[in-house]
């Protein structure tokens, strides 16, 4: 167990809906990332925030956006969802506000858009 | 750009095995590289993680080398188990982490 939580497990939604996914890191961890897993694209960094701030952003589309709140927890929303956004959703936190150190993943939440 | 090139899988092996799992990495910088590892229905969890260059990151049996002058960090086991069967990720962190496509390792009884 690396700590992180992620709710919810798994989400069926159809396209053109909007769904949030949500994240808890680590007590102590200011900072969270959000990656998306899918079978063509493999492993791919979103977005980055520290302490309530965005820090980085990577490959992440328009339709979705991040927030991180006061208490650290941090939310994903995917909006106007297409057949592709079908993805294992996952998020790590860490210590820094860097990249470099060790980041702790959660369990995942795996969306299927129908 | 930041990039991570990896083995492809997937890989078969029979227990007992020696493992290895080839890693380059493409950087401007001076990156941490790390090898994260999946398990069936889990997230990511660390391995294991080398910063600087020659140092050696060892976990589980398993172990991998900085190499800055092949641009390499190969995961290593002397003798793999069954349950080793995993997806392995390497990666390498600059500003941000940057994976690999992951390597399916299968160990047979």
């Known amino acids: 167990d690396s700590g992180v939580t992620q709710t919810p497990k798994h989400l069926i939604t159809a396209t053109g809906q909007r769904v949030t996914l949500r994240c808890s890191p680590r007590?102590?961890?200011?900072?969270v990332y959000w990656y998306q897993q899918s079978l063509d694209q493999g492993l791919q960094f979103l977005i980055h925030y520290y302490n309530g701030e965005e820090r980085a952003k990577g490959n992440i589309l328009e339709r979705f956006s991040a927030q991180q709140f006061p208490d650290l927890h941090s939310e994903l929303n995917l909006s106007s969802l297409e057949l592709g956004d079908s993805a294992l959703y996952f998020c790590?936190?860490?210590?820094?506000?860097?990249?470099?150190?060790?980041?702790?993943f959660g369990p995942g939440t795996r969306l299927l858009v129908l | 750009g930041d990039s991570v090139t990896q083995m492809e899988g997937p890989v078969t092996l029979s227990e007992e095995a020696f493992l290895t799992i080839n890693c380059t990495y493409t950087a401007t910088g001076y990156p941490s590289l790390f090898w994260y590892v999946q398990y069936p229905g889990e997230g990511l969890q660390l391995l294991l993680k080398a910063t600087k260059a020659d140092d050696k990151g060892s976990n589980k049996g398993f172990e991998a080398t900085y190499r800055k002058e092949t641009t390499s960090f190969h995961l290593e086991k002397g003798s793999v188990q069954v349950s080793d069967s995993a997806v392995y990720f390497c990666a390498l962190s600059d500003n941000n982490l940057f994976f690999g496509t992951g390597t399916r390792l299968t160990v047979i009884p």
């Open positions: 790590a936190s860490g210590t820094g506000d860097r990249g470099r150190e060790t980041q702790y």
């Open positions: 007590s102590g961890d200011l900072s």
